[in-house]
């Protein structure tokens, strides 16, 4: 698969572009905006891009592109799973250019590592469904704990 030539149409999408400026600070993206995110973990790939494959790059820079990028039209509060979140929407925009399931995968879940870390952290327990779920989901998990470093 020609990850970089599915980045290089993806990032022309005017539903892509039209959301890259949205988005104050706040807990969790001190950056603020969309495009403020990913320039700041853009420079966290290019950091370790001597340690990546070409192909693990480019399928890292689609992660990094898509993830957050529809939290302009996202439910607000809305569980992952739900379509209307964030995740299920940049999943379901990143399958319009992407047939790779585990990149999929990695958009949907790419909060639940923390979100699991988080519960376990105020409770001493965590929904071990919601584990197992991110478990089962996720393949390549060299490539999603990099996404997670960066």
Same mark, same amino acid.
């Given at each position: ?11 022309? +999408? $005017?539903?892509?572009? /039209?959301? *890259? ?5 706040? =807990?969790?993206? &001190?950056?603020?905006?969309?495009? !403020? ?44 799973? +739900? $379509?209307?979140?964030? /995740?299920? *929407? ?5 399958? =319009?250019?992407? &047939?790779?399931?585990?990149?999929? !995968? ?45």
């Amino acid at each position: 698969m020609l990850y970089r030539s599915i980045f290089d149409a993806m990032v022309l +999408d $005017p539903r892509y572009v /039209a959301n *890259l400026d949205w988005g104050e600070a706040r =807990e969790g993206h &001190p950056e603020g905006s969309v495009r !403020a995110h990913i320039s700041e973990i853009e420079g966290n790939l290019e950091a370790l891009r001597s340690k990546l494959s070409d192909q693990d790059y480019w399928k890292l820079k689609l992660i990094i592109h898509t993830h957050d990028s529809f939290k302009a039209n996202a439910k607000v509060g809305g569980a992952i799973s +739900d $379509p209307m979140s964030h /995740a299920s *929407l940049a999943r379901s925009f990143l399958a =319009e250019y992407c &047939p790779d399931s585990d990149l999929l !995968a990695m958009v949907q879940y790419h909060d639940e590592p923390f979100a699991v870390y988080r519960q376990f952290e105020a409770k001493g327990k965590y929904n071990r469904e919601r584990f197992n779920s991110l478990i089962a989901a996720i393949k390549d998990w060299n490539l999603f704990f990099a996404f997670n470093i960066i």
